[in-house]
């Protein structure tokens, strides 16, 4: 396809736009007027879950269709082909119009996909990529494992070999999306001998295959969005494996820095709108002219704007060609470090009202957010290993002791 230039790209993107979506209306804040409603997590029932992926997988086709689904990626496997810079005017155009909320498709498109196009064989990239990118289907990362979070190389569910196919035993745990996913990215071990690093391999496994079992957890805000997923006897082709077998590690970098980006690079801030909010609170509850408050407020919004300034400078980097790196870590623990010092704030003015509901509008909503905080502190590597590798990638420190690798 030939190079299209920004300008026309843009037309091209406002025309698709505005035949298939309404423009953003962006409301002017009103204390107590519409939902007071700030979380973290998605709290949804299982019917409203439901029709919220229909919507969200029938923009993605139609978006697709247009020619906006892949921008940047490769023409044989249903792409553009075209530069970051259109991506990015794109989702510029895009972010004036009110789109269907997307985020199924966030761990599908942000961390399985770009594992599939870095270590799958042409075959499966050609079955895969295309109705990822047109939202026909939804990925998860089967990572996580009741023994090994953190320690990820710790994993123990089973890849033994039998002709063509290998026979998957284990179970996996917090697979966000399961219930709604149609592939997954598991981890697994297929040498016990080797090293913990150097047995394992990456395969793509069919969510719907015989022998998965999905059962949901319930987090504490109410909804659920989690699942353990359970895998008897499951067979996955030789042919749907992710990069050499025992080389599964390098497979699980891939993914694992692509999520970093994806929840680091900006993203998945404190909005301004969520900062607006904040600011307003303290307004109602007359403790914008308290020294204290000011002073807290002040501070938490250089924090976010430095964070979102770092975010955009790693960003920078990446669109320069380099690969997301140890500094995403940077921005991870940034985003998290942010949600405490407000979640303390809003403890120190709102007292009692933080926890128990006393009715009035915007106050005890709250709880939902403070209650979202220890999940994003977990989720893609924790504060502390984070922190372990800010110390010893970014900043080259001593190593922390480990045990065997
Ligand atoms: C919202 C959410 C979504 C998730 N989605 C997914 C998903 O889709 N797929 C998936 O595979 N997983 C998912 N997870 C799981 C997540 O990746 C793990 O919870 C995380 O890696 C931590 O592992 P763990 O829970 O086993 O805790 P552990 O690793 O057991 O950690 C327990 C505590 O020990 C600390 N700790 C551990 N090792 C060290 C160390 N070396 N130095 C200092 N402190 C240490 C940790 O910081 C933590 O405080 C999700 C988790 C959350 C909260």
Redesign the pocket.
């Known amino acids: 396809m030939a190079m299209i230039t920004e300008e026309a790209f843009r037309a091209e993107a406002r025309a698709f736009l505005d035949a298939h979506a309404e423009r953003r209306v962006e409301e002017k804040f009103e204390w107590g007027k519409g939902s007071d409603r700030v979380g973290l997590?998605d709290e949804k029932t299982p019917a409203q879950e439901a029709a919220e992926v229909a919507t969200a997988k029938q923009w993605k086709g139609s978006e697709f269709d247009a020619g906006f689904g892949w921008i940047t990626g490769p023409e044989e496997f249903g792409g553009r082909a075209l530069s970051a810079t259109h991506e990015r005017a794109y989702r510029s155009v895009a972010s004036q119009y009110a789109i269907p909320n997307q985020t199924i498709f966030a761990?599908g498109l942000g961390m399985v996909a770009p594992t599939i196009l870095a270590h799958a064989i042409p075959s499966v990239k050609a079955r895969y990529l295309r109705p990822l990118y047109r939202g026909d289907i939804v990925g998860?990362?089967?990572?996580?494992e009741p023994v090994?979070?953190?320690?990820?190389a710790g994993i123990q569910t089973s890849a033994v070999r039998d002709g063509d196919e290998w026979v998957l035993n284990g179970q996996?745990?917090?697979?966000?999306?399961a219930h709604y996913s149609d592939i997954g990215e598991i981890i697994t071990r297929t040498s016990p001998d080797k090293p913990k690093h150097k047995g394992l391999t990456m395969f793509l496994v069919d969510m719907k295959a015989p022998g998965v079992e999905v059962r949901p957890l319930r987090q504490m805000t109410g909804g659920a969005?989690?699942n353990e997923v359970f895998f008897d006897d499951v067979r996955v082709p030789d042919s749907h494996r992710l990069g050499d077998v025992d080389e599964g590690w390098t497979a699980a970098l891939t993914t694992l820095m692509n999520e970093r980006a994806a929840i680091g690079g900006g993203g998945a801030g404190f909005s301004n709108a969520g900062f607006t909010r904040f600011k307003e609170l303290a307004i109602h509850l007359g403790l914008d002219e308290d020294p204290i408050v000011r002073q807290r407020l002040a501070e938490i919004y250089i924090q976010l704007a430095v964070t979102r300034y770092t975010g955009l400078r790693s960003m920078a980097r990446i669109r320069a060609g380099q690969l997301p790196g140890p500094e995403m870590s940077i921005g991870k623990l940034a985003l998290t470090q942010n949600m405490q010092r407000i979640s303390q704030t809003l403890g120190e003015m709102l007292g009692p009202a933080l926890v128990a509901d006393t009715g009035q509008w915007g106050t005890y909503a709250w709880a939902e957010y403070v209650l979202g905080i220890p999940?994003?502190r977990?989720?893609?590597?924790?504060?502390?290993?984070m922190r372990?590798i800010v110390g010893e990638r970014v900043l080259g420190l001593a190593k922390?002791p480990r045990g065997s690798d």
């Open positions: 997590l761990i998860c990362q089967l990572f996580s090994a979070g953190s320690d990820l996996k745990v917090w697979t966000s999306g969005s989690f999940g994003a977990v989720a893609g590597g924790t504060d502390e290993i372990n922390e």
